[in-house]
Nanobody
């Protein structure tokens, strides 16, 4: 079965950086689009970024464009999200997912941006 395990979250000051990782198993990772979604306190899931199987195309929500970079290592079955210039409004639980709505996602990793 599909298994997604996120890591790399934590507490960071505004302007700081974090790199999230997602270890995938139970499916052919190298053949699938992959996604990052997030859920801020008191809000619903929102799409953050997508990447095609061969990394040729990457897509970002406007609110992270220019600050976040999605990437993947198909040899390691791992998805990444490099987050720079973090803002307080980026505080959320971040999930990697096999769909843009986050219906099939991992357990998440908490990112808190605070002074």
């Amino acid at each position: 079965q599909v298994h997604l395990v996120e890591s790399g979250g934590g507490l960071v000051h505004p302007g700081g950086s974090l790199r999230l990782s997602c270890a995938a198993s139970g499916f052919t990772f190298s053949s699938d689009w992959m996604y990052w979604v997030r859920q801020a306190p008191g809000k619903g899931l929102e799409w953050v970024s997508s990447i095609t199987p061969g990394e040729r195309f990457r897509y970002y929500a406007d609110f992270v464009k220019g600050r976040f970079t999605i990437s993947r290592d198909n040899a390691k079955n791992t998805l990444y999200l490099q987050m720079n210039s973090l803002k307080s409004e980026d505080t959320a639980v971040y999930y990697c997912a096999k769909d843009s709505r986050g219906l099939n996602r991992g357990q998440g990793t908490q990112v808190t941006v605070s002074v």
